[in-house]
């Protein structure tokens, strides 16, 4: 199963949003909306922020939010914040019924 | 909330074995899908296996499949990973991962370090 695809780094002023794409195929992306995001920070563990494509888990802030285009998944953070600087990835179900990681993105506040 | 506590990790010579423990708490274990994901130092994620609520089914990644064997105890609530014939590149930060559904996973434990090395 290859890796989906991230854009390595992404950047933003406070107050912006940004968006992180993660591209996939019609045996993942395209096919099933199941698309989580996590964010991780240096040294700790990753922490789910999108799942079902768009869906927050309870806890996680309305400034984060996830779309889905074909093959291709998004997630939008508005209103940038210091406290976002973090790498994030993005996560598929797949065909194959096994799992499958974007190569990560690191996001800086600049 | 749910707690995730990886043990067993540590310093292993290629070649060697090393089994990691997950004990969990503060949730219905027996009710959920389990799954071990790692991360090489400085490296992205990589999921590696995942077993169903009674230990069945079991899938692995390409990378494991063969050297690494998933199981859990559901009356002790604990999830295991016995890694043999480890190598260099499975140097990586192990985290034990709780399945929200369909392979999005919504609790992961604090990781447990895995360095194979001579």
């Known amino acids: 199963q290859s890796a989906l695809a991230q854009p390595a780094s992404v950047s933003g002023s406070p107050g912006q949003s940004i968006t992180i794409s993660c591209t996939g195929t019609?045996?993942?992306?395209?096919?099933?909306?199941?698309v989580s995001w996590y964010q991780q920070y240096p040294g700790k563990a990753p922490k789910l922020m999108i799942y079902?494509?768009?869906n927050r888990p309870s806890g996680v802030s309305n400034r984060f939010s996830g779309s889905k285009s074909g093959n291709t998944a998004s997630l939008t953070i508005s209103g940038l914040q210091a406290e976002d600087e973090a790498d994030y990835y993005c996560?598929?179900?797949?065909?194959?019924?096994?799992?499958?990681f974007g190569g990560g993105t690191k996001l800086t506040v600049l | 909330q749910v707690q995730l506590v990886e043990s067993g990790g540590g310093l292993v010579e290629p070649g060697g074995s090393l089994r990691l423990s997950c004990a969990a708490s503060?949730?219905?274990?027996?009710?959920?899908?389990m799954n071990w994901i790692r991360q090489a130092p400085g490296k992205g994620l990589e999921w590696v296996a995942y077993?169903?609520?009674?230990?069945?089914?079991?899938k692995y990644a390409d990378s494991v499949e063969g050297r690494f064997t998933i199981s859990r105890d559901n009356a002790k609530n604990s999830l295991y990973l016995q890694m043999n014939s480890l190598r260099a590149e499975d140097t990586a930060m192990y985290y034990c991962?709780?399945?929200?559904?369909?392979?999005?996973?919504?609790?992961w434990g604090q990781g447990i370090l895995v360095t194979v090395s001579s």
């Open positions: 079902d494509v768009s």
């Open positions: 991962a709780r399945d929200a559904g369909w392979l999005q996973w919504s609790d």
């Open positions: 503060r949730f219905a274990f027996s009710d959920y899908y």
């Open positions: 996560s598929s179900y797949t065909k194959s019924v096994k799992g499958v």
């Open positions: 019609s045996n993942d992306i395209g096919r099933y909306n199941y």
């Open positions: 077993i169903g609520k009674s230990g069945s089914p079991i």
